[in-house]
């Protein structure tokens, strides 16, 4: 985040610099960015969308940018807060992407399950609800084009449940815990009950992923 703090610091012109509250602005969104990324690179399943961030912190860059150009460009602090910025980039693209590869690789399951949710709830933005409503009919299209329309009438129906592909909440995931959690229940195996454990704050585990899933989504555990 040095770019963040320093670009304030750069210039003698009040006019170039951020604000204390763009300041602070800027280093909360970066850093609720950076979780979000790290918490959907790790999750086995979509997480809900943080547009909201991403839409922020692409209006920070613009002003940090702006910031940059007024400055001396024989500075070799400007090169080093450019590659920050290119830094801040690759982590927005990447969440992104990651969140455009699961919604087309689990798409039925996810729009049937975000068909349960209200509208503030979505786990999809708009603009990915739109994508994974073409993708999955563009997908529909070819598999009648291409499969289905060949086989006898009473094999024609294409039923979405049996094509859906599910996010494997079982696999095991590192975590570390942001506060003290207790009564965390991790299910035993055929020869083990299920046991009961405390988180305590800052500390690192791996377990299934469905045990944290909830912790996970309400902040209280950070994928690593």
Same mark, same amino acid.
């Given at each position: 985040?040095?770019?963040? +703090?320093?670009?304030? &610091?750069?210039?003698?012109?009040?006019?170039? /610099?951020?604000?204390? $509250? %763009? @300041?602070?602005?800027? %280093?909360?969104?970066?850093?609720?960015? %950076?979780?979000?990324?790290?918490?959907?690179?790790?999750?086995?399943? @979509?997480?809900?969308?943080? &547009?909201?961030?991403?839409?922020?912190?692409?209006?920070?860059?613009? =002003?940090?940018?702006?910031?940059?150009? #007024?400055?001396?460009?024989?500075?070799? #602090?400007?090169?080093?807060?450019?590659?920050?910025?290119?830094?801040?980039?690759?982590?927005?693209? !990447?969440?992104?992407?990651? #969140?455009?590869?699961?919604?087309?690789?689990? &798409?039925?399951?996810?729009? $049937? %399950?975000?068909?349960?949710? +209200?509208?503030?709830?979505?786990?999809? !933005?708009? /603009?990915?609800?739109?994508?994974?409503?073409?993708?999955?009919?563009?997908?529909?299209?070819?598999?009648?084009?291409?499969?289905? #329309?060949?086989?006898?009438?009473?094999? =024609?129906?294409?039923?979405?449940?049996?094509?859906?592909?599910?996010? +494997?909440?079982?696999?095991?995931?590192?975590?570390?815990? *942001?506060?003290?959690?207790?009564?965390?229940?991790?299910?035993?195996?055929? $020869?083990?009950?299920?046991?009961?454990?405390?988180?305590?704050?800052?500390?690192?585990?791996?377990?299934?992923? *469905?045990?944290?899933?909830? @912790?996970?989504?309400?902040? =209280?555990? =950070?994928?690593?």
């Amino acid at each position: 985040m040095e770019v963040i +703090n320093d670009l304030r &610091t750069m210039d003698g012109d009040s006019d170039t /610099a951020l604000s204390d $509250e %763009e @300041l602070v602005t800027a %280093e909360k969104v970066l850093a609720a960015l %950076e979780e979000a990324w790290l918490n959907e690179k790790f999750s086995p399943e @979509l997480l809900q969308h943080r &547009t909201d961030l991403v839409d922020c912190m692409m209006e920070q860059i613009s =002003q940090m940018e702006e910031n940059l150009n #007024r400055l001396n460009k024989t500075d070799f #602090r400007v090169v080093v807060h450019r590659m920050e910025l290119d830094r801040i980039r690759y982590v927005i693209t !990447s969440y992104l992407r990651i #969140r455009l590869e699961k919604i087309e690789l689990f &798409t039925a399951h996810i729009l $049937e %399950e975000d068909s349960k949710r +209200n509208s503030d709830d979505s786990y999809l !933005s708009p /603009a990915e609800f739109r994508f994974a409503t073409d993708f999955l009919a563009s997908v529909e299209s070819h598999f009648r084009q291409l499969a289905l #329309r060949h086989m006898p009438t009473n094999m =024609q129906n294409c039923d979405k449940a049996k094509m859906s592909v599910k996010p +494997n909440i079982s696999s095991f995931v590192f975590l570390r815990s *942001k506060q003290n959690v207790s009564g965390v229940v991790v299910e035993g195996d055929v $020869e083990n009950r299920d046991e009961e454990i405390d988180l305590e704050e800052g500390s690192q585990h791996i377990m299934q992923y *469905k045990t944290v899933q909830e @912790l996970v989504k309400s902040g =209280q555990i =950070q994928l690593i």
